[in-house]
């Protein structure tokens, strides 16, 4: 944006406190005059509570999987009687009415933070107490990446929702002459452009942004190869970098160790001259213990790779890109897929008998 002045409400709105209102005043407008905020508010709603819509709609106890909106589904309008915000430290609860059954939906909204404490879960519980005629439904409202999408689905028995920024730009409708709709919508389109910039730029100019929907684009495929992972930010104290995991569990060595690569970015105050690197990591005994590379008795794998005695210790790097590299995403796939040949020779050569 440069030294452009932004006009935008929620450049400058852009707390989890004002998301939080932002979906009140949506979920409140669910019979607006104005089509484009109505048919917003009732795509939302009807993610929400899609999955219990039919006859044989499960109840609180069972899981379900979300699928996409399509406002035809909709037989209705999805009515709106009771908007609360902070109940019982929930941030949003809505009260909802559809074809003869009502609905209680607990909103845990997020702007870059994730669920702690088994808030989800505990949530849901205590509402179960309060609303046991009622259908209770959890969504998981994120404006940004969700890597811990599928943990959620998993720890909660899938009875959350989960909607990152671009599913929650897929159901607000472009065009609106209302300025708060279309100003929250704007500021998720254009985070949903920036991210895409990483399919153009070369890696040494990619941005945080850019390298999460890289780690997201990249990790879809490699569910489909067996090799499972995730995403995050990791917090140091040289400014905290970007990482993405993954690996095939399988166990190496004399004592049956686990090790996975790990894709990771630069820190924010660098001390060397790469833009990202490819590592070979411990996974860790679930202790917190701290090893170091000769405890494993393994051999190396890549290049030697500097590292303390640490609760996660690298075991070779096998590649990096600097910051003077013109390599864009075609190479670093490329790298990518030489790093999991590597690595699976690795673990074929070394797999515990």
């Not at 780690?215 to 990482?243: C, M, P, Q, V």
Request: aromatic share 10%; glycine share 6%.
């Amino acid at each position: 944006m440069g030294n452009t002045i932004s006009k935008n409400l929620f450049d400058y709105a852009t707390s989890e406190l004002s998301q939080d209102a932002f979906l009140c005043w949506l979920a409140a407008n669910w019979d607006s005059e104005d089509e484009t905020v109505h048919d917003s508010a009732q795509n939302l709603l009807f993610r929400c509570i899609q999955a219990h819509t039919d006859d044989t709609a499960c109840n609180n106890s069972k899981s379900y999987t979300a699928v996409d909106t399509h406002p035809n589904e909709r037989h209705e309008d999805i009515q709106v009687f009771k908007v609360t915000r902070q109940h019982e430290h929930m941030d949003v609860l809505l009260e909802l009415g559809y074809e003869g059954r009502k609905y209680d939906v607990i909103v845990e909204d997020k702007t870059r933070s994730r669920d702690h404490d088994d808030q989800l879960n505990r949530y849901y519980g205590e509402l179960s107490i309060e609303s046991a005629d009622v259908q209770i439904v959890g969504l998981y409202f994120k404006s940004d990446f969700v890597p811990e999408r599928r943990e959620i689905e998993d720890s909660t028995s899938g009875r959350y929702v989960v909607m990152d920024y671009n599913d929650i730009l897929g159901c607000l409708s472009n065009g609106s002459t209302n300025l708060i709709l279309q100003s929250y919508r704007d500021r998720l389109q254009e985070k949903a452009d920036h991210a895409q910039e990483f399919t153009s730029k070369e890696v040494k100019d990619w941005e945080d942004d850019q390298f999460c929907a890289f780690f997201e684009s990249t990790l879809a495929s490699l569910h489909s190869i067996g090799l499972s992972g995730s995403f995050g930010r990791n917090d140091n104290r040289n400014g905290g970098r970007y990482s993405m995991w993954f690996g095939n569990q399988r166990k190496l060595g004399p004592h049956r160790d686990s090790f996975h690569l790990n894709l990771e970015t630069a820190n924010k105050n660098p001390n060397g001259n790469w833009a990202c690197r490819m590592i070979v990591r411990w996974d860790g005994d679930g202790t917190g213990g701290r090893r170091s590379r000769r405890d494993f008795e393994l051999p190396q794998i890549g290049d030697r790779c500097s590292s303390m005695k640490s609760q996660f210790a690298i075991m070779g790097r096998l590649f990096d890109i600097n910051s003077n590299s013109t390599d864009g995403v075609e190479e670093l796939t490329d790298k990518i897929n030489d790093a999991i040949a590597t690595y699976q020779a690795w673990c074929d050569a070394n797999a515990s008998e």
